[in-house]
């Protein structure tokens, strides 16, 4: 089974940045899209980024438009999330998810990628 590597995340000040990756495990894979969900401390999981494979069209969360982006290189099959202007409330663990099929009506709801990385935290001081 295909499993989601990132990297990237670590501890930033307030109007810091980072760049978060994430690559398959397993060689390369099929994917309609690519996204990012975190989950802070006592928050729900909530919608982060996402990416359409063909075309790379975009989607983002109303709090991280302009000042996060996302972005592929369909060659590795690999995506990425350069985060600008860090908040303490991007705190949390982030997680890169991936599916062959999602219908993308369906892109901000977690339910509907059948692939999710480990997760990795990010932590944004005040």
């Known amino acids: 089974q295909v499993q989601l590597v990132e990297s990237g995340g670590g501890l930033v000040q307030a109007g810091g940045s980072l760049r978060l990756s994430c690559a398959p495990s397993?060689?390369?894979?099929?994917?309609?899209?690519m996204g990012w969900f975190r989950q802070g401390p006592g928050k729900e999981r909530e919608f982060v980024a996402a990416?359409?494979?063909?075309?790379?069209?975009?989607y983002y969360s109303d709090s991280v438009k302009g000042r996060f982006t996302i972005s592929r290189d369909s060659a590795k099959n690999t995506v990425a999330l350069q985060m600008n202007l860090l908040k303490p409330e991007d705190t949390g663990v982030y997680y890169c998810?991936?599916?062959?099929?999602?219908?993308?009506?369906?892109?901000?709801?977690?339910?509907?990628?059948?692939?999710w990385g480990q997760g990795t935290q990010v932590t944004v001081s005040s």
């Open positions: 397993e060689g390369t894979f099929n994917s309609r899209a």
């Open positions: 990416i359409r494979w063909s075309g790379g069209y975009t």
């Open positions: 998810v991936s599916d062959p099929g999602i219908i993308l009506s369906q892109i901000r709801n977690p339910d509907a990628y059948r692939h």
